[in-house]
């Protein structure tokens, strides 16, 4: 079993989302503004929903943390929707073919509503807050997590060149989180060409990671490649089809360069113009409701996607080198550090 797990809870129009993370070493500084930084980055944008803009996520931590710090017992985190009302909307017909239909097949449910309010990308604010302390987690040991959108409908960025740094800097000025700034614009454009049309845009989003120890994961067993494991995990992000990774990874291990993945998002099925569906009940053929309209979540997805890579990376760090608190692990990496860097020069 992984030294660090977590789990998530709550539905989309829910009175709470909350996440309960274990194995946490003791003595990690929790910076709560960075943790809100970044449920605060996953929500804005030139493209996000209402929704996004009325109501700001808040982290409050309910347990595992004494005076800021960490204490090792498990760290329990608590996001409220301030506007909860999932027992007044409402009910959703099937959709044939879509992942409602087979949740109330599943399930046996007559309502989608039971299926959609945790299958909503809702629930990925959670994963953006455990995220945010696993990047704290890294940042203790000198490895940094970054997401960016490399493609956004028909617009293509260009970051060939860019330096990690270049790439933080240049997305926090852009409501898309580009790094090329001019392909930035061109996105902005084909944002509101598509809301004109009552229409969606997917695209393509890179997460790097850098400062990364050699021989994290491991080639002797299918479920400890690392690449593998991060593939599943930036998979499980709503709408994300298709994985990909550049350089950083040789038999399933960092090797100590950046590490480089790359995810493709298809459009959001949930459109202004209303989709055919069927009454469960009555089975008569009806259209769905709409109750809002998200242009493009490739922005917010970069985020998810840094979010669920820095997960994967803390764990699979905790794994190999332990440690009950940040200092021990601090005094593993240095040295394993250390002893790579004296064979690789001797």
Not at 126 to 141: D, Q, S, T
Not at 144 to 154: K, M, N, S, T, Y
Not at 208 to 230: F, T
Request: with cysteine; proline share 4%; hydrophobic share 40%.
């Amino acid at each position: 079993m992984p030294k660090l797990r977590y789990l998530t809870a709550g539905e989309s129009h829910g009175r709470c989302l909350v996440a309960i993370i274990e194995g946490l070493p003791a003595g990690l500084k929790i910076d709560r503004m960075a943790v809100n930084n970044d449920l605060a980055r996953r929500q804005q944008g030139y493209c996000c929903g209402s929704r996004m803009r009325i109501e700001p996520d808040e982290v409050d931590i309910l347990s595992g943390i004494r005076k800021d710090e960490t204490i090792g017992s498990p760290l329990a985190l608590y996001v409220a929707n301030k506007y909860f009302k999932i027992d007044r909307l409402p009910p959703v017909p099937m959709q044939p073919d879509t992942g409602v239909g087979a949740g109330i097949l599943k399930y046996d449910r007559q309502d989608g509503r039971d299926i959609l309010e945790r299958a909503s990308a809702r629930e990925t604010a959670m994963r953006v807050a455990v995220g945010a302390v696993c990047k704290l987690l890294l940042k203790e040991i000198g490895v940094e997590v970054a997401g960016h959108v490399v493609a956004l409908g028909p617009v293509q960025a260009n970051t060939a060149g860019m330096i990690f740094a270049q790439i933080l800097e240049r997305c926090e000025a852009s409501e898309v989180c580009c790094a090329d700034l001019d392909a930035g614009q061109k996105m902005l454009a084909a944002i509101d060409e598509a809301k004109v049309n009552g229409d969606t845009l997917g695209g393509m989003f890179e997460v790097v990671a850098a400062g990364l120890p050699v021989g994290l994961g491991s080639h002797a067993q299918w479920d400890r490649k690392l690449d593998a494991n991060i593939a599943r995990a930036v998979m499980s992000i709503q709408a994300v089809k298709g994985v990909e990774f550049g350089i950083g990874f040789e038999g399933g291990m960092s090797n100590g360069q950046l590490q480089i993945v790359r995810a493709e998002m298809k459009p959001i099925s949930t459109t202004i113009k209303p989709l055919p569906a069927t009454d469960i009940q009555t089975g008569q053929e009806v259209k769905t409701e709409v109750e809002r309209f998200d242009v493009c979540a490739v922005p917010a997805a970069a985020v998810v996607g840094e979010a669920v890579v820095a997960i994967e990376l803390a764990t699979v760090i905790l794994d190999k080198f332990g440690g009950d608190s940040v200092g021990e692990l601090k005094h593993n990496v240095a040295s394993y550090r250390t002893v790579c860097q004296q064979r690789q020069v001797s």
